[in-house]
């Protein structure tokens, strides 16, 4: 096994030793919200909206943002599990916003390896084979960062499975401060 299988094995074993009254958490969220947000390793969305578990739903895709199966999710948060309201948090320094369609397609269609960054762009670090099956895909990338949460919470608002009395927040996510900062315009285009 690896080093990291041997860390996450012995968290587990740590965490599940103290689990005690966790196992009566119910499975709807106790505060009745979710949030979108990126899977960013510096986003703690149970730090900087003060979660705790069975708090709130956590959805999280590169970019955090409003794809068909982020949608899927948070109808399930609401239909099934009874959430009231969610946010939509992009953050600053996100990788979405480092490169294009092209650029990922191009980078898939020279290899399937892991590619590196430097001041001039994405370099592909591998040699093939590669595929075009990337070209299939919308990779949600972002130019300009408090537009796409405004894309986001409209995209969400006008889904047809997306009932009109949820209220949408968006912000953004200042990984310099730890500061959630509201886009008013989105949150105001996610008002119920």
Known sequence: MSQIVDEVKAANARYAADFGSKAELPMPP??????????DARLDPA????LAEGDAHIIRNAGGRASDDAIRSLVISYKLLGTREWFVVHHSDCGMETFTDEIMRGLLESSLKTA????????????????????????LTISDREKSV???????????LVPPEIPIYG??????????????EATEAGRA
């Not at 106790?30 to 899977?39: D, E, H, P, V």
């Not at 960054?117 to 990337?134: F, L, M, N, Q, R």
């Not at 405004?150 to 047809?160: F, I, K, M, W, Y």
């Not at 912000?171 to 008013?184: F, I, M, P, Q, S």
């Open 171 to 184: 912000y953004v996510y200042d990984v310099k401060t730890g500061r959630l900062d509201e886009v008013a």
């Open 47 to 50: 730090k900087y909206a003060g």
């Open 116 to 139: 590196t960054v430097d001041a001039s762009g994405w370099h592909d670090s591998g040699a093939g084979p590669g595929s075009t099956e990337g070209g299939k895909f919308d990779w």
């Open 30 to 39: 106790g505060r009745q919200f979710a949030i979108l947000t990126c899977m």
């Open 150 to 160: 405004v894309e986001d919470v409209l995209t969400v608002r006008n889904h047809p």
